[in-house]
């Protein structure tokens, strides 16, 4: 079932043209990967996606409602949770505060001790296991915060995971578990949407890659209309990579003007 | 499914819990402040003395309260001390100029209270400004106001005596009476104080209105993601200061009958360093009301510990300068611990 469908999507900043005529489809079980470079547009989708901004062309549809979002609280409330790159937590606030951030248990007086060990069984069940929950959550390793979020958003019952750049701040080995708890969360019957500018972290999970460029459409393959080379290339620029490749190729050092 | 032992396994040991502990520093400054000064001045333990020294503690720490409460949301507001005038003004000159009794300009001034606290709220919502200006421009028109608006009504700086007016003596219980237990003189506003602190420690704490504070305070950006109405909960703090300005502006007024018109100017400073003192961050998202309790009793034990000592009194802004550099310096240090994790 299609959770997201977003049809020629368009957003203009004043006179800047961030986005025009992307589409994109997320179904149950599917992680679809959006690739671009710094720039590509990548922010401002997730933004329309999250809520945080309303798109001014194009339809934007969450299980075949057509939507406009006011606010994050919007997305959420659809099912749409957005895991950000920076800005997934609050550093200095404990562990089961953040999980429970926005959601908090009790009317108005907190379940201290239910969202305590709930926190706890929720990360635990996804694996990561964690003696003490009331650690300021900044003292977690990048990785660590990003599996907590994401955690989180499949407790909280989302449907769709919008994931940004989870690993683009990792190493390697700590972007593997986090590509892990992804495809778990895939499993879990959840649509991804994850967002990067790394073609080998993509093609290691996704099942459809659509590419951004300057804020267009460069490509939307399936998973079997493309293979990790084609990916690569694509990404890192294609044509304008072979140009570049010509441009540095003819550069002989003894020609250069002596500076 | 499993994972990497070494990546996501909390293998240190239990060693954080002092961090959910801000007011641990002021906690050990105001023990050594009240040994040093039991020491130094023997009229210091008389239980006059500690009644006059809770007084002033309970003066500042009443708006200390939300002042904290305020910084852990992240904001600052530079006209939390003339607004206590303003109420206090308000209510004195309402009730006399109407010859009404004395609640009706106590209500009045209650929802004047509540008014500049939704202003400075709602300012700084609209603004996008910065706090300190916002709350820096609404502090210079109230001064100017108060001046202003009293002398235009009563032709002097001060206002006119109500202490004959009808509804004075409820009024007077309620926010200026004392009473004596075994020889210890407490005020009401010590009561308020321990009631506001009970309180506004209960709500940070343990409601999820306290869990948005330190979210602003402490990210708002991922507090806005995560769903969090940011303007609207520092609006909330914006009016709890006002609220407290409120109760302080009525203990001042039917205290002493009279209010002068220029007065509160540079309490709004002596507010915030009670709440750093207390373990508050300045950048927000972390601190505790307890803390900002105990860096009004530090503020009490000083100022009047100084008089007992029979020393010069010009020396106790000196030593709360130093308090608050030192204050500052652990905080941040702790800010960083916190972040940064130990060991890393």
Not at chain 1, 83 to 95: C, I, N, T
Request: aromatic share 8%; with cysteine.
């Amino acid at each position: 079932m299609t959770l997201l469908e977003l049809t020629e999507v368009g957003k203009s900043y004043g006179a800047v043209r961030a986005l025009e005529g992307v589409s994109l489809e997320v179904a149950e079980g599917r992680i679809s990967c959006v690739l671009g470079d710094n720039g590509a547009g990548k922010s401002t989708l997730i933004k329309i996606i999250a809520g945080l901004h309303q798109h001014d062309e194009g339809r934007y549809l969450i299980a075949g409602d057509e939507v406009r979002l006011g606010s994050p609280r919007q997305a959420l409330d659809r099912g749409i949770a957005t895991v950000y790159q920076d800005l997934a937590v609050v550093p200095l606030m404990p562990v089961w505060r953040n999980f429970f951030l926005g959601a908090e248990l009790g009317s108005f007086r907190l379940d201290i001790p239910r969202m305590r060990s709930i926190a706890r069984e929720a990360l635990a069940r996804m694996g990561i296991e964690l003696r003490d929950v009331d650690r300021p959550i900044g003292t977690l390793s990048g990785g660590q915060r990003q599996c907590v979020a994401i955690a989180r958003a499949v407790h909280f019952g989302a449907r769709a995971l919008v994931l940004d750049e989870p690993t683009a701040a990792l190493g390697v080995k700590q972007s593997g578990v986090v590509l892990k708890y992804v495809a778990a969360a895939r499993d879990a019957g959840l649509g991804v949407v994850l967002i990067t500018h790394n073609p080998h972290h993509a093609y290691l999970v996704g099942d459809h890659f659509t590419l951004l460029k300057r804020g267009r459409m460069a490509g939307s393959h399936p998973r079997s209309g493309i293979s990790l080379e084609q990916l690569t290339t694509e990404m890192a620029g294609g044509s304008d990579l072979a140009e570049l490749s010509h441009e540095l190729g003819r550069s002989d050092p003894k020609e250069r003007p002596p500076t | 499914m499993s994972a990497p032992q070494d990546v996501l396994t909390d293998t240190g040991p239990v060693r954080h819990r002092h961090h959910s502990r801000p007011e641990l520093g002021a906690l050990l400054a105001a023990v050594a402040v009240f040994l040093f000064f039991s020491v130094v001045a023997e009229s210091f333990l008389r239980p006059a003395s500690i009644g006059t020294v809770l007084y002033a503690a309970s003066t500042i720490g009443i708006m200390a309260v939300p002042v904290a409460l305020l910084m852990i949301g992240g904001e600052f507001d530079l006209s939390a001390g003339v607004a206590v005038t303003t109420t206090a003004l308000t209510s004195s000159m309402i009730s006399y100029q109407l010859t009404a009794i004395t609640w009706v300009g106590v209500l009045v001034s209650l929802a004047v209270a509540l008014g500049i606290g939704s202003l400075n709220g709602w300012l700084l919502a609209r603004t996008g400004l910065p706090s300190f200006i916002v709350t820096l421009g609404t502090f210079l028109m109230l001064t100017g106001a108060n001046l202003g608006v009293t002398k235009l009504v009563s032709g002097t700086v001060s206002t006119k005596p109500i202490g004959d007016m009808q509804g004075f003596a409820s009024c007077h219980w309620l926010f200026a009476s004392q009473f004596t237990v075994g020889g210890l003189t407490l005020k009401a506003t010590v009561w308020w104080w321990l009631g506001l602190v009970v309180l506004g420690s209960w709500i940070l704490l343990r409601t999820r209105f306290g869990n948005w504070i330190f979210a602003v305070g402490g990210d708002a950006a991922a507090a806005r993601a995560v769903g969090v109405p940011v303007a609207r909960t520092k609006t909330c703090l914006y009016l709890g200061v006002g609220f407290c300005a409120w109760v302080l502006g009525q203990h001042l007024l039917f205290s002493f009958d009279t209010v002068q018109s220029g007065e509160g100017v540079g309490n709004e400073l002596i507010y915030i360093v009670a709440a750093v003192i207390g373990g508050c961050l300045i950048t927000g998202g972390y601190g505790s009301v307890v803390g900002s309790a105990l860096g009004a009793l530090i503020f009490g034990m000083t100022s009047k510990g100084i008089v007992y000592a029979q020393w010069n009194p010009d020396w106790f802004k000196f030593f709360l300068g130093a308090m608050l550099l030192l204050a500052a310096l652990l905080n941040s240090y702790v800010k960083r611990r916190a972040e940064r994790g130990p060991g890393r």
